[in-house]
């Protein structure tokens, strides 16, 4: 009796291995297509505090795939890059504006208040 039981659990295990590597092509998963970047950052205008909230990376086997993670970070450095640009423009013709007033030494102080040196 011990025997019976000994190779019927043997078949059993051996039944239930071959049912879970496969035992055949035919059982095998089909291959997953990678996942994508599901919205994009925008492309035909400046980025927006919503743009960067809605942006989702896909995760890959070991964390977020890396063509994705670079792909929004070179566009934020971009961005970034401009907007400073920009605001550095901005500045020095406000710095010249300045400069150029006549009667005035600066433009932000109301009159009668004394400027802060």
Known sequence: MFLFLLIAMVVVVAAV???VVGGGD???LPEAAPEQLVDPLPAGRPLARADIDA????IGVRGYRMADVDEVLTR???ELAERDARIAELESALAGAQASATGRPD???KPGEERDQ
């Open 76 to 78: 934020l450095g971009a």
């Open 55 to 58: 942006v989702r990376l896909p």
């Open 107 to 109: 433009l932000f102080t």
């Open 26 to 28: 035919s059982a095998a």
């Open 17 to 19: 291995t071959l049912a």
